[in-house]
């Protein structure tokens, strides 16, 4: 399949997302486009992606001053002390603001290597590389960085777009199984909100996506970023309309913290929980039917998935995600922030759903039901 390319359209700024295998080809081009007076790179890469791609990079990029730093990426180093580590050596290596920063790695790399960018010196020139599924088809596309605190998941952060964002998907053939289906989970997620026509596509192909096949993976990807780019692009700044985005991730970071971030649960596992959480409290709710409730089970069914919400579907199991549920970003005094499901490809309006905690409590039962 031939190279893609999509645009995000911010206020102040634009950049693209190039979509298909080797397209890491155009990145020295890219950059005497886009930061043309950078003569210093700092690659700061996930420690797992492959050491092909190291080398590939370093003669990509051979005619700039190129540091690689090595990054171990998890869930409990998105952290200051992460942060701290990367700026004082890019402080020490005189990096300035024509500079460039360039993330290679999944989803957590991104995050913390633009947060890093947003606040260096005010602001240094940052391309993203993501190399999971998960990380091409949603934490790399929008703006968002962020590391996690004590309290809750990515609650430390700031808005700020890369100059490109590389979505290479022969990074995708070293993929384990596992971060197969965390990428998967956002993938359904987008035909859930926002495309019935995907999810029909999705209900006959996930299998061909999971056993990571080039044509399909290819569409998949690219629906998905035109999925997000058309609530980003609307709402840059999550004031409103992006928040349905969110949908399934409430549940799905309270499950994260929970678990104190452990590698037992991963972030795609923990969503693939919350959308079922989430669809099951829109039944609850009376917004949403249970024959749409059915037909995203059958996929699950159908992909050997229901693993991954069996477990958080009991009342006991809900009742004690609230505590975790409470401190989510998106809450309103004691009410729970909650985008709900009315059928598929369509969400009820962000701030409609906030659920006072007691009467979550109430309905955890009901919930368990389902």
């Not at 990079?57 to 990367?86: D, G, H, M, Q, R």
């Not at 996930?206 to 998949?220: D, E, P, R």
């Amino acid at each position: 399949m031939k190279n893609q390319e999509i645009k995000f359209k911010g206020e102040n700024n634009n950049y693209s997302i190039l979509i298909g295998q080797n397209t890491l080809k155009v990145l020295s081009k890219k950059i005497k486009v886009l930061c043309p007076k950078t003569k210093k790179i700092a690659i700061i890469i996930d420690k797992n992606v492959p050491l092909k791609f190291k080398i590939e990079l370093k003669k990509k990029l051979k005619n700039y001053n190129i540091f690689f730093l090595t990054f171990s990426a998890s869930e409990k180093n998105k952290s200051f002390n992460t942060v701290n580590y990367f700026l004082n050596i890019l402080l020490v290596k005189n990096f300035n603001r024509s500079d460039l920063i360039i993330g290679v790695g999944g989803g957590i790399t991104g995050d913390v290597v633009g947060f890093i960018a947003s606040i260096f010196k005010r602001g240094i020139n940052f391309i993203n590389i993501p190399t999971t599924l998960l990380a091409q088809v949603d934490s790399a596309i929008g703006g968002k960085t962020g590391i996690n605190s004590t309290q809750g998941k990515n609650l430390i952060g700031s808005f700020y777009q890369p100059k490109l964002v590389i979505n290479d998907t022969s990074f995708i053939n070293s993929l384990s199984k596992k971060e197969m289906i965390c990428g998967y989970a956002e993938i359904l997620k987008h035909s859930i909100i926002k495309d019935k026509k995907f999810f029909n596509w999705l209900e006959k192909n996930s299998s061909y996506i999971l056993a990571k096949k080039t044509k399909h993976l290819a569409y998949a990807i690219k629906k998905s970023c035109q999925i997000k780019l058309h609530f980003v692009n609307r709402d840059v700044n999550e004031k409103g309309l992006r928040m349905i985005l969110n949908f399934g991730h409430t549940f799905a970071h309270a499950i994260e913290v929970q678990n104190n971030y452990s590698k037992n649960i991963t972030h795609g596992e923990a969503v693939l929980s919350g959308i079922i959480l989430a669809s099951k409290l829109s039944v609850v709710m009376k917004i949403c039917t249970l024959s749409t409730l059915e037909k995203i089970k059958n996929i699950y069914i159908k992909n050997n998935l229901t693993f991954a919400y069996k477990k958080y579907s009991k009342q006991s199991s809900i009742n004690k995600l609230i505590p975790y549920l409470k401190n989510d970003k998106k809450n309103d005094d004691s009410k729970i922030n909650f985008i709900l499901l009315k059928t598929i490809g369509k969400t009820a309006m962000p701030n409609k759903s906030k659920i006072p905690i007691y009467s979550l409590r109430k309905l955890s039962k009901a919930i368990s039901q389902y």
